[in-house]
């Protein structure tokens, strides 16, 4: 139970417009129901979109573009597909104020390729249900804008990485545009990407040009030499003095554990948690290794959990899974180094604070092997199912992950309308009921829904229900208009935001 302040409205529109609810829905998990699924694919659907649809044959297209944007630039969305989707629908309609906005918010929304590419590929398969072409005059403009207005560095760097997805490229994409660069560095780039580097050498090598175009030079230089070594230790090199990254490394390359100990000393922290089995199978990482003595300081530092931004519950299920000793279907197999295992549960604890900033996090649940950390900036009741009723229980800040879930009751039999009853008899006003169990729901007395408005009467409080079952096995509340009520099935990093999401009335 969370009895919280009112937090100021990001959206300018008035909380009375329920199709705006519904695109905040789908723009934030890809659905304008009251279900978020964590196993849900990815496609997305026209059927899924229908406040959308409404809302540009009001002619509100402008409006929703503006929601687009704060959805991407305050990190609302929990899958970009979504939010990339509805933009490019947008830039497909017919009326030209849409387009335009559409087009205008293209750099803000899809800020690397991968976005943009798939960007480009909504709108072709939108194309065959609208049947209107793509390679208008405004999104050929649109895209020169996205290159040109781009760092030549950071372009550099990013044509190189993320080179072609969803069977587009930028040879493609620059191709089509007929992109007419603005400045020199991104001439040479676009040269790079159409022509090659042969021809780029031709054109530059040996020429007087200004400094960010031999910075730019040099830089491809690198890349091309590294694509063509085979001198481990030429690679090592050019990876420590360039900061080179693996996706601009060959596979072969890939396969030596030097290779891997340089890229380590730049590699994002994100990428570093996933990667901690692999290296571990690899060797990369042994017991004692100034390489894993450089991972564990890594993991651990304030300031690089701060830098790269880590929820803990990101670190929490990476140190789960490394603990397994296997990956995918059982493949590759390694022993989990133990002070890799001390450092992520150090970094564990520091994260909180990193991220919050504050002392008195709420709740952490254990229900069997599904681990679900809550960590709310706010005031907090934290009830547990006991024999049929609900008890409050006692989380400190001093208490480790495994004394909170060792106090924990287990029960067999959740009634969701308890809490919300208990809230009501003990004169609490609640704004957000928050269920997390992975066991079936009952209701032995009145549904969710009705306790919900008998609590919201009682008290004032426009109160708001989510009903979380950790083990996808389709725990979900009564369908209803109510846009208060919320169910997630499964958890990840994502119901997080969703919850927040709802909490400030921002879907």
């Known amino acids: 139970c969370f009895p919280v302040s009112r937090p100021e409205m990001i959206s300018d529109w008035g909380l009375d417009s329920f199709d705006k609810a519904k695109l905040c829905r789908f723009l934030c998990y890809g659905s304008e129901g009251s279900l978020y699924n964590t196993r849900e694919d990815e496609r997305i659907r026209m059927e899924n979109a229908g406040a959308l649809l409404s809302m540009l044959q009001e002619s509100r297209g402008a409006e929703v573009v503006e929601e687009i944007k704060r959805f991407t630039q305050d990190g609302r969305a929990v899958r970009m597909g979504p939010t990339i989707f509805a933009l490019a629908l947008c830039s497909q309609h017919s ?59 950071s372009l550099a760097a990013a044509v190189t990485k993320c080179k072609k997805r969803k069977g587009w490229s930028h040879q493609d994409l620059l191709r089509l545009s007929h992109t007419k660069p603005a400045k020199d560095a991104i001439a040479l780039i676009s040269k790079y990407v159409t022509k ?5 050498q031709v054109a530059y090598e040996d020429k007087e040009n200004s400094e960010e175009v031999l910075s730019v030079f040099s830089y491809l230089e690198v890349v091309e030499k590294v694509k ?26 890939l396969k030596s554990n030097q290779i ?25 990482l042994e017991p004692g290794s100034s390489q894993t003595h450089f991972v564990c300081d890594r993991i651990q530092s304030e300031t690089a959990l ?8 990101s670190i929490l299920l990476a140190s789960e899974n490394y603990k397994k000793g296997q990956g995918y279907q059982g ?10 295992l001390k450092a992520m549960d150090s970094a564990f604890y520091t994260s909180f604070m990193v991220r919050f900033d504050f002392h008195n996090f709420s709740q952490i649940v254990r229900e069997d092997s599904v681990i679900s950390s809550w960590i709310i900036q706010m005031n907090t009741h934290v009830l547990v199912y006991s024999e049929g009723t609900v008890v409050p229980f006692s989380v400190s800040a001093d208490m480790t992950l495994k ?13 969701c309308t308890l809490p919300i009853t208990w809230a009501t008899e003990n004169g609490k006003a609640v704004d957000v009921f928050i269920i997390v169990t992975n066991n079936p729901l009952w209701t ?43 169910s997630i099935s499964g958890f990840d990093l994502g119901a997080f935001s969703i919850i927040r999401n709802l909490a400030q009335d921002l879907i």
């Open 331 to 340: 493949k590759p197999k390694w022993e989990a180094d133990k002070s890799i």
């Open 306 to 313: 701060k830098k790269a931004k880590i929820h803990p519950f």
């Open 228 to 253: 063509h070594s085979r001198d481990e230790t030429e690679v090592v090199t050019l990876i420590e003095e360039h900061k080179l990254e693996q996706e601009q490394l060959l596979t072969e390359h």
């Open 95 to 153: 009326e030209s104020n849409t387009r335009q906005a559409a087009f205008k918010a293209l750099k803000d929304v899809c800020c690397d390729p991968a976005h943009l590419f798939d960007f480009i590929q909504f709108k072709k398969e939108l194309k065959v249900d609208m049947k209107c072409g793509i390679w208008g005059r405004a999104l050929r403009r649109a895209l020169s804008d996205w290159y040109n207005d781009q760092d030549a560095m």
């Open 260 to 284: 891997w100990s340089a890229l380590l000393k730049e590699m994002p922290l994100h990428s570093m948690l996933k990667m901690l089995g692999r290296l571990t199978f690899r060797k990369v």
């Open 196 to 200: 090659g580097w042969k021809e780029v």
């Open 444 to 486: 032995d007395t009145a549904s969710p829904v009705e306790s919900l408005k008998k609590h919201r009467e009682a008290s004032g409080a426009n109160s708001k229900l989510v009903m979380c079952g950790l083990t996808n096995i389709g725990n979900s509340i009564a369908h209803t208009e109510d846009r208060g009520l919320l």
């Open 403 to 415: 004394e909170a879930t060792d106090e924990l009751l287990q029960s067999k039999r959740i009634d």
